[in-house]
């Protein structure tokens, strides 16, 4: 059965929030401290994880797409409007995990595929995100894609840690 793409809801939640913590775990290990990796919360995300479907579902600019395999959340994509650009014809990919059991079937290229659909559907013209320096595996997959390195990083301080980023674009039409 194929992966069914659709807009996350409230009941997944906690299955979104193991996503999230197992594929941090995963995407950054070597690239973030160890206890910082082993202190990431499923309940907290939990919580979180509800805040941003509920937004998903009301707001315009925000969008949290869940990838659904046999009736199982296994992926999730977040996108809307760049918060970096003051142009109102960028998008954001915020975010795209996978369940680390699932890599290498797809499924992160039909989230991909359909979070830059939806872009362009809603009138956007270029897509961005930012990807962790040294993130090879994620450099590479966005690559694919067509996004290349503009060239501009930036420094970012998130949950106490300081982060390198370096920005990627992708034209829409």
């Known amino acids: 059965m194929p992966t069914l793409i659709r807009p996350a809801r409230l009941q997944d939640a906690h299955t979104l929030a193991n996503i999230f913590v197992d594929g941090w775990r995963f995407a950054y290990e070597g690239l ?24 998903s579902a009301r707001a315009l600019d925000y969008r949290m797409r869940a990838a659904d395999k046999d009736g199982v959340v296994v992926g999730v994509c977040t996108f ?4 970096e650009k003051d142009s109102e014809n960028t998008g954001e990919i915020y975010a795209l995990y996978l369940n680390p059991n699932n890599l290498g079937q797809s499924i992160g290229f039909s989230l991909m595929q359909d979070a830059l659909a939806q872009l362009s559907h809603e009138g956007f013209i270029q897509a961005s995100l930012w990807v ?7 450099l590479s997959f966005y690559q694919k894609f067509g996004f290349i390195l503009t060239g501009k990083t930036k420094r970012e301080e998130m949950f106490g840690i300081k982060l390198l980023e370096r920005e990627m674009e992708i034209p829409l039409i």
């Open 80 to 83: 809307g409007k760049c918060r």
């Open 32 to 55: 973030l401290p160890r206890a910082f990796l082993a202190s990431l919360d499923v309940c907290e995300r939990e919580k979180q994880q509800k805040e941003l479907i509920i937004r």
């Open 132 to 138: 962790l320096d040294g993130n090879s595996r994620a």
